[in-house]
């Protein structure tokens, strides 16, 4: 970990109502790198991961304390806006969910609502940011038509792309492959190691390979620990926990 650290989470607990679902997490996820969450279903990933941009602020009953710093910043404090929090913490989610309206306005959706209105200036954002997630080829002679008539893969970038286009500084992906097939997936990842030249990514994963392949270090959870967190080759290679190992090699349950 030769970066500086950009998010850090001190002491986390999290709970739904009487369920504890975050266990006295602490991780350090490094600028411009690739960090993955992987662990068994219902383990708190994707709790986690929405709680790095307050969407469970949405979940009723949903509590959290401890500390989670972003650029040494407590994103729990209430002086934090959290329209320029959202701005500055993309996400992406497993299903690909482009909003029922043309490409082009997918992507310049976020931009507007940030009160960009000059159409050349619109149209210079939509470009780059469909460039930066690698779908420009397929889609713009198609700017006009619908994102739904997207196949899933596509989509898929196409929701990469709304997600750079406001500039944020980091990158939550929840599970962005799982409903892809090998071709789109293997074109996401290779997309994920080329944004983290200038983003700080964040992604869950049930794909250990995908993991290995992307991923400059991982956390693995369990019931709502982190277990483990290492560089991503130390922990696959050597794991230190026997639960880290017997979930890696295939013989956890
Ligand atoms: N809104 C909610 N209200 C109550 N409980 C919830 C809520 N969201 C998640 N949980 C519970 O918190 C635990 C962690 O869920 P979470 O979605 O974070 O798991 P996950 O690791 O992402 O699993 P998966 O790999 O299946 O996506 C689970 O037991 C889940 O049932
Ligand atoms: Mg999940």
């Known amino acids: 970990m030769d970066n500086k650290i950009k998010f850090e989470m001190k002491d986390v607990n999290l709970y739904y109502g009487d369920f504890h679902a975050l266990k006295n997490v602490n991780l350090a996820v490094p600028e411009k790198e690739i960090t993955a969450f992987i662990g068994p279903s219902g383990c708190g990933k994707s709790t986690l991961l929405k709680s790095l941009n307050r969407m469970n602020?949405?979940?009723e009953?949903?509590?959290i304390t401890g500390d989670f710093l972003l650029d040494g910043e407590d994103i729990y404090d209430k002086r934090m806006d959290i329209n320029k929090l959202r701005k500055r913490v993309g996400m992406v989610f497993q299903k690909p969910n482009p909003f029922p309206m043309s490409i082009y306005d997918?992507?310049?959706y976020g931009p507007r609502t940030h009160g960009i209105k000059n159409k050349t200036e619109l149209d210079g954002i939509v470009e780059e940011a469909l460039k930066n997630a690698a779908i420009w080829d397929e889609c713009k002679?198609?700017?006009k038509k619908s994102a739904?008539?997207?196949s899933g893969g596509q989509q898929q970038r196409l929701c990469i792309a709304r997600a750079l286009a406001v500039q944020p500084?980091?990158?939550l992906m929840d599970e962005p492959t799982s409903a892809?097939?090998?071709?789109s997936t293997s074109k996401i990842e290779d997309l994920a190691i080329e944004l983290k030249e200038k983003y700080t990514i964040v992604i869950v994963t049930h794909n250990m390979q995908q993991a290995t392949r992307i991923s400059d270090q991982t956390a693995f959870f369990l019931l709502g620990e982190v277990v483990e967190m290492n560089q991503t080759e130390k922990l696959f290679s050597m794991p230190q926990d026997k639960r880290t190992e017997d979930y890696i090699t295939g013989r956890f349950g």
Request: glycine share 10%.
């Open 57 to 59: 602020d949405l979940v």
């Open 61 to 63: 009953g949903c509590k």
């Open 106 to 108: 997918n992507i310049a």
């Open 141 to 143: 002679d198609r700017l």
């Open 148 to 150: 739904l008539g997207m």
């Open 169 to 171: 500084e980091i990158l």
């Open 180 to 183: 892809l097939d090998p071709i």
